[in-house]
């Protein structure tokens, strides 16, 4: 296996320009990831892409590569374009290793099943017909009950309490968003940019914009997600239109993932 460097475009007014490096595993017929893990930590990437099918046509090797993957404590976020079936322990061992997003291509009749298995792990989902036509609904959701029940499941997986602490924002359980967060922190979850933007998020909504730009300018530091710019475009309209005299509640807006 082999990195092949990509770059993404930020969106927004005030992220134009903006780019976020990202990376693409691809195959090669060999599973060592000595390479790898030194060309994350030599180009500081937060995120992978794994969507060459031979990953995945053995599913005890990919379950052997992502148990390396955190043997070797490679701490990314990635995603994963799959057209065969994953059994639960492959899809367990994708999360734990950093997975966070699934594009499927499956047939009707391994569909449900998969969607059913991936749903316990917290996965954001994209599910669609081997064709790639999407079925009636193609993307899937979390109640925060989920969510919850999730972070139990996993109690070792920063991603599954930052996406519990994002949940809790949505939902306006302000007062039950820090300690989610704090525990994707203290297990180092890998993007800070995503975490100071939750945190701005927090102080807008309780009345401390001061604290919220304060925030949002440390995230900018290294390669800030577009959120992040989205964000402080909010806070300058919401400043300049009076919202902070009026007492208006400012909304940012969290990011799942990167």
Known sequence: ????????????KDGQGVTMPTAAIRWDGKTSLGNIAREIRKRNLQSLIIADNEFFADQAIAIGICQEMRRLNINVLWA?????????????????????????YLAPDHAVETLMNARDFGFDICIRNVDGTPYASDRTYYTVAEREAIAKRLPDLHTAHFDLAVAYFKTGRYNEVMHPLGKAMTLRFPINELCLNLLACLSAVKHYPDMAAGLLRQAQNGSPHPVVFRNKSLLKSWLESGGDVRGIRLKLEPEIHA
């Not at 296996?1 to 927004?12: C, Q, T």
Request: glycine share 6%; proline share 3%; with cysteine.
């Open 80 to 104: 994963a374009t799959m057209r065969v079936k994953p059994n639960r322990e492959l899809l367990r061992e994708m999360r734990m290793a950093g997975c966070v997003r699934l594009l499927l």
């Open 1 to 12: 296996m082999y990195i092949e460097i990509m770059r993404s475009k930020s969106v927004g």
